[in-house]
């Protein structure tokens, strides 16, 4: 579904990318591990259009989009989340999940004249995905007075209520307590029972090894290992890199 | 003799709503810190007084004052797409600067320094507005109409979206949202109104000059939209209000006629340091300056 090919990226004059390949194959859960600065969430942003590589190709579906721009990428079924949430301060939870769908909401003549009230119907389905999510608050709640919990959940809700093929997720269970650290890794199973692909960035290695059906690890901007959980985890490589062993 | 006077600042006060409220749509809406607003209020007024002085009817005039603003609110957006914070304040007080020097210096179009005297009154399909009394009307219809379609414009779903990008915009895009796309709309639509105002404001006065489209003039326009509150139009029709009408006061002052000037100036920075100290959100506004 995405091949990654010799991709480098350098900030100033530190090499955060070294040449990495890769491919992320359909309905499979892949796991990017590596320790901070390993270039994890760089190569991220590199997919998902918001930072140019210097050099290499990123292939989605067979389709070259290194150059496109994020909101191209994101709506041809790149979906991500973000380790720093982020949501918009001033809006509603409402707002939040009507501004996911591909409703219009650019036309700007058409929204002059559009009636102002969201369909019934819509606001169900909204409270319905509040409820499947775990977030007890209304559609009304603005983000300023959601925990971070709360906004981590609402975020990961709206990546998935996006259309997408391919959902990138992360650090997704990072800073929050332990109720809602479970409630996302249930969440996370249930979609690796419907086959969902993603593309997942963690530190805990116990959530890796639950979740991910292929791993790739990453070190000072190079691939080191990749394979199944078992053999990467153990892979003296990888501990290496992890616990300087 | 007081009625004349009281519907003069009335008018006056219409204008700078008009322009406060246009000014929100991208500074407060958007988050596009634009500091060049006056200029498209000066784009707008030259280009009505220059084309009914070539006797093209002023209802053409008046969308054409619109129009040429927004013109120069897409090249500005597009100029400064990179863009944002001081970084853009600087570049689009810059962009103030460079268009009253053409006012200034282009003098077989704008006639410089001296201005354009004798801007006609409007005559709308046979209407002639003579009066002040009739120009108020005039004006409010005008204005009426500007804040309904801006107000349905922020609070619809694309309303939402100018929101979104001035919380986060690296958010918006990651939804699939063009971001761009709405900066440089959210200018334009900021700039069309803007110049709407010029227009008003020159067949008004009947004079302009390009000293009344100086930098200076951002400031007033700027302490509208921080006391009214970001994001608040409601806010900017009240604090136009409050802001033209408060340093009239001065006239019943016994004071020197040359002290009217800086005390007005020194009136508008009082109110906007205190506001910013004791209530920096505005009367109305919903969002912090960031």
Redesign the interface.
């Known amino acids: 579904m995405l091949e990654i090919q010799g991709i480098k990226k350098s900030f100033g004059g530190v090499e955060a990318i070294k040449g990495s390949n890769f491919i992320i194959e359909k309905n499979k859960i892949t796991a990017l591990i590596g320790p901070n600065g390993a270039g994890k969430t760089t190569l991220f942003d590199i997919i ?1 259009g ?1 930072t140019r590589p210097d050099e290499g190709r990123v292939l989605y579906e067979g389709e070259d989009i290194t150059d496109k ?3 191209i990428i ?2 041809l079924g790149i ?2 989340t ?1 380790q720093q949430v ?6 509603t939870i409402g ?1 939040h999940l ?3 769908e ?7 003549i058409k ?4 009636k ?1 009230k969201v369909k019934r119907v819509k606001q169900e389905t909204y409270e319905q995905v509040l409820e499947d999510f775990g977030i007890k608050q209304t559609l009304e709640t603005h983000i300023n007075d959601l925990s971070f919990g709360q906004r981590k959940l609402l975020q990961i809700a ?1 990546a998935l209520q ?1 259309p997408h093929k391919l959902l990138m997720l992360d650090e997704p269970v990072a800073g929050v307590n332990k109720v809602i650290q479970t409630e996302i890794e249930n969440l996370l199973l249930k979609l690796k029972e419907k086959n969902e692909t993603i593309l997942l960035i963690d530190h805990d290695i116990e959530l890796v090894h639950r979740l991910a059906d292929h791993v790739i690890a990453l070190d000072a901007g190079i691939v080191i290992c990749e394979g199944a959980p078992n053999e990467v985890l153990k892979n003296p490589k990888v501990l290496e890199a992890y616990l300087g062993e | 003799m007081l009625s004349a006077y009281l519907i003069h600042i009335a008018i006056i006060i219409v204008i700078y709503a008009i322009l406060a409220v246009s000014l929100n749509v991208a500074v407060g809406y958007t988050g596009l810190l634009n500091l060049g607003h006056i200029a498209f209020f000066g784009i707008g007024a030259y280009a009505s007084a220059i084309l009914t002085k070539n006797d093209v009817p002023y209802t053409l005039a008046l969308c054409a004052s619109g129009i040429m603003a927004s013109l120069f609110g897409w090249l500005l957006a597009k100029i400064t797409a990179k863009l944002k914070g001081d970084y853009l304040a600087l570049a689009t007080l810059g962009f103030g600067f460079v268009v009253y020097a053409v006012m200034l210096n282009w003098t077989k179009l704008t006639r410089g320094p001296l201005g354009i005297p004798g801007i006609q009154k409007p005559n709308i399909f046979g209407w002639q507005i003579t009066g002040a009394g009739s120009y108020l009307i005039f004006a409010s219809v005008i204005a009426l109409f500007i804040v309904l ?1 801006i107000y ?2 922020v ?7 100018l ?2 990008v ?3 915009a ?10 761009y ?2 900066k440089v ?1 959210s200018m334009m ?1 900021s700039a069309f109104f803007a110049g709407i105002a010029g227009s008003l404001y020159a067949h008004y006065i009947s004079y302009i000059d390009p000293s009344t489209f100086f930098l200076s003039d951002i400031i007033i326009i700027f302490t509208i939209v921080i006391v009214g509150g970001l ?1 608040s139009l409601r806010g900017s029709i009240i604090a136009a209000i409050i802001i033209i009408a408060l340093p009239e006061l001065l006239r019943f002052i016994d004071i020197p006629s040359s002290m009217i000037g800086p005390m007005r100036q020194m009136i508008y920075a009082v109110i906007l340091i205190l506001i910013l100290m004791f209530r920096p959100r505005g009367i109305f506004g ?2 912090d300056l960031d």
């Open positions: 998902a918001f721009e994020p909101h994101a709506n979906s991500r973000f982020r949501l918009f301060k001033n809006l707002d009507s501004m996911v591909n409703n219009g909401d650019m036309n700007l929204n002059i004249f559009r102002k709206m996006k | 379609i349905r414009i609070h619809s779903r694309y309303g939402k979206l929101e979104a001035r919380d986060d690296i958010g918006a895009q990651a939804l699939g949202k063009n971001i796309h709405l709309q639509i994001a919903r969002i």
